[in-house]
């Protein structure tokens, strides 16, 4: 028998992933709606593959909440009340104040004050939000949402736990996509949106943990109140 050089297995594992991330980018895009209802055949069909790599990013979406599993009818868009909104907030300020405590603290190494390393992470992270604020002042939410998940996710990294970073991901991911389906509801986004990275960093970067969490509080009031009038009209 021929020995296998194990390359299918990544190539399979790769196009999984690559299957996955263009569909969440389809729901956060808005593009694929909410109680939209499709199959695996229709899927493999759209990106001219086989069914099992695309079955394997379905099931990977729906462990994440993204999509809802049908045995019989395939995989639906999950659809999300205000109520689920203000849950994961609460969830997602959970893992944010962990991370503020450990800044506090001073229990993580990569936290640790004077540190030239954290400064030019920061520095990189500031400069992702800056694109994030402009992107929210001009009510690009597709732009957005790509330059906060990049501004959380290496945010997230500073704190030297990539499980944590893991998870706030995937609860911001989860949150963008509730807040989406009500978000492409408005013509215009401009005024909207929040736009306090910048500030969130300055703030961080100081070790100003009381106003982090303030800035926080803020953009997590801001964030329901937006969303649950949205859903109420």
Same mark, same amino acid.
């Given at each position: ?7 299918g ?7 999984r992933?690559?299957? &996955?991330?263009? #569909?969440?980018? %389809?729901?956060?895009?808005?593009? @694929?709606?909410p *109680?939209k209802?499709?199959? =695996?055949k ?11 790599p ?8 729906s462990?994440?909440?993204?999509l809802?599993a049908?045995?019989?009818?395939g995989?639906r868009?999950?659809?999300y009340?205000?109520?689920?909104f203000?849950?994961?907030?609460? &969830?997602?300020? #959970?893992?944010? %104040?962990?991370?503020?405590h450990? @800044?506090?603290? *001073?229990?993580?190494?990569? =936290? ?8 030019a ?6 400069r ?5 604020q ?13 330059y906060?998940?990049?501004?959380w ?11 944590l ?31 306090g990275h910048?500030?969130?960093v ?9 106003t ?11 964030s ?10």
């Amino acid at each position: 028998m021929p020995r296998s050089s194990g390359n299918g297995a990544v190539t399979r594992s790769t196009l999984r992933q690559q299957i &996955a991330d263009a #569909l969440r980018d %389809e729901v956060l895009a808005g593009r @694929l709606q909410p *109680g939209k209802e499709f199959t =695996v055949k229709e899927i493999a069909e759209q990106y001219g593959v086989s069914a099992t790599p695309v079955r394997e990013a379905l099931v990977d979406l729906s462990a994440q909440g993204l999509l809802d599993a049908d045995q019989h009818r395939g995989f639906r868009v999950h659809e999300y009340s205000a109520e689920d909104f203000r849950g994961m907030i609460e &969830a997602r300020d #959970l893992v944010i %104040e962990g991370m503020f405590h450990a @800044l506090t603290a *001073g229990q993580h190494p990569s =936290v640790q004050p004077g540190d030239p390393r954290v400064a030019a992470v920061l520095a990189g992270v500031r400069r992702r939000g800056e694109e994030a604020q402009r992107a929210a002042a001009a009510g690009d939410l597709t732009v957005l949402i790509g330059y906060d998940l990049r501004f959380w996710r290496e945010l997230a990294a500073l704190f030297g736990n990539p499980y944590l970073a893991d998870f706030l991901h995937r609860l911001r991911v989860q949150t963008w996509v509730c807040a989406v389906q009500h978000l492409r509801r408005l013509t215009d986004l401009r005024g909207e949106l929040w736009a306090g990275h910048t500030e969130l960093v300055d703030a961080l970067g100081s070790r100003d943990t009381d106003t982090a969490r303030s800035i926080i509080a803020g953009y997590n009031a801001h964030s329901i109140a937006l969303i649950e009038r949205l859903a109420s009209g």
